[in-house]
Structures are given as structure tokens and as C-alpha cells.
């Protein structure tokens, strides 16, 4: 089946760094991906959406100088939180999807603390 | 999107059956519904999912009511790795390309 695999699964991180998180579909051309946030105890809600060699889509609200996100090949694509603060702590999930693979593939998602 | 109804919460001893509802009055009549579930600290996974007749997989059941305006997720027969936040959504069936909006879901406890 379709797998997509996020990394890393925990990072902890200073403030006013950047942290990169990888999603790659290991077994199909993702076409798009998607990257979601999530707060304890709550949904996910939906930070952007790339297709590969364009440029993201980002929902209202969400910084894209923030939350740089690059989908530069069909099994890759990476988001950067730039310059973090404590705030941006939270659970970053990725999904893929592509013609002909059924509904979302998700990844195991990314804790980031940022201290 | 189908804007999606689901009880917070819900218990189920373990072994026994359990019945996640789901309402979904504004949902289209060509979106399929979609379940996933979410174990503590991991990605969503895929459920199942269906547009009209009722669905069986290795997983679960859906039953879908004649109307299409509500759903119910059958585990049946409950087990601990059970315990996740399940949540039902609509969409096309294959979703290629558009995003899925996730309620606040149902927390399923199941007790041993």
C-alpha cells in the first residue's frame, strides 16, 4: 500500500532557529501533499497544500515566510519553520494523495518543541 | 466540504461491540463518507469509506442511512488498540488533490 514517511518524528529546537521536516512517499508519485498542524487535543487543521514544482497553496492565517514549505519532487516534500518561537510548538502532520492511490496517505507526524 | 457531527467522547468495553455515529446532513449526494482514525501521537489512518450501501472491511462497518445524512462506524468487537480519535469526513471517492476537513472527532476509551 501507499506509505509516506515523515521525519523527524521529535525534534526539540531553540528559539529563533529553523527546523526542516521531511514527508516523502516511499512507494508513489505524490502529486500533492498537504501539511497539517495539531494542537492537544485537537483537530487537524490544514496549513497548506503543495503540488509538486508550483508553489504552495496556504490557508488564511498560516505565515508562508513562516512556514516555507517546498515540494520539489513527486516523493518529497519539506516544511520549514523559520525563526520558531515557543508558539509554533505543536504536532505537524503531512499526507500525500495521487491518481489512482484512494483517499490520504498520512505520515506519522512531527512533534517540534521549541524552548 | 460536508460539515460533520460526532459525539466527543465515547467508552466501549473491550471485546464488545461499539457504534460511532456521525452526522453529516450537508453532505452532497455524489461525496462518499470517509472514516479515519487517529492513534495518540501518529498520523491519521484510513478506515473505510462508502456513498450509499452499507461498507464491510477487515477493519470495520459503516452502515449509511438511506438518506445519507448520518453514518455509524461499527468496530465489532473492541480491542485497547482500538482507543484512538475517529473521525468521519466527505469527499470524493478518491480525493485526488482536495483536502479533507476534520472535525473535532470522537475520542474512543476502551476499557479491558
Known amino acids: 500500500g501507499a506509505v509516506v514517511s515523515q521525519h523527524p518524528s521529535r525534534v526539540i529546537c531553540k528559539s529563533g532557529t529553523s527546523v526542516k521536516i521531511e514527508c516523502r512517499s516511499l512507494?508513489?508519485?505524490?502529486?500533492?501533499m498537504f501539511w497539517y498542524r495539531q494542537f492537544p487535543k485537537k483537530s487537524l487543521m490544514l496549513m497548506a497544500t503543495?503540488?509538486?514544482?508550483?508553489?504552495?497553496?496556504?490557508e488564511q492565517g498560516v505565515e508562508k515566510d513562516k512556514f516555507l514549505i517546498n515540494h520539489a519532487s513527486l516523493t518529497l516534500s519539506t516544511l520549514t519553520v523559520t525563526s520558531a518561537h515557543p508558539e509554533d510548538s505543536s504536532f505537524y502532520i503531512c499526507?500525500?494523495?495521487?491518481?489512482?492511490?484512494?483517499?490520504?496517505?498520512f505520515g506519522s507526524g512531527t512533534r517540534l518543541t521549541v524552548v | 466540504d460536508a460539515k460533520t457531527t460526532q459525539p466527543n467522547s465515547m467508552e466501549s468495553n473491550e471485546e464488545e461491540p461499539v457504534h460511532l455515529p456521525c452526522n453529516h446532513s450537508?453532505?452532497?449526494?455524489?461525496?462518499?463518507i470517509h472514516w479515519y482514525r487517529q492513534l495518540p501521537s501518529q498520523g491519521p489512518e484510513y478506515v473505510i469509506h462508502?456513498?450509499?450501501s452499507n461498507v464491510n472491511n477487515r477493519m470495520a462497518s459503516l452502515a449509511i442511512a438511506e438518506d445519507r445524512k448520518s453514518s455509524t462506524l461499527i468496530l465489532h468487537r473492541a480491542t485497547l488498540r482500538d482507543a484512538a480519535v475517529y473521525y468521519c469526513?466527505?469527499?470524493?471517492?478518491?480525493?485526488?488533490?482536495?483536502?479533507?476537513?476534520f472535525g473535532p472527532g470522537t475520542r474512543l476509551s476502551v476499557l479491558p
Open positions: 499526507s500525500a494523495s495521487a491518481q489512482g492511490i484512494y483517499g490520504y496517505t
Open positions: 512507494d508513489f508519485q505524490a502529486t500533492t
Open positions: 503543495s503540488n509538486e514544482g508550483s508553489k504552495a497553496t496556504y
Open positions: 450537508t453532505i452532497s449526494g455524489t461525496d462518499y
Open positions: 462508502g456513498l450509499t
Open positions: 469526513t466527505g469527499g470524493g471517492e478518491r480525493n485526488y488533490g482536495q483536502n479533507f476537513v
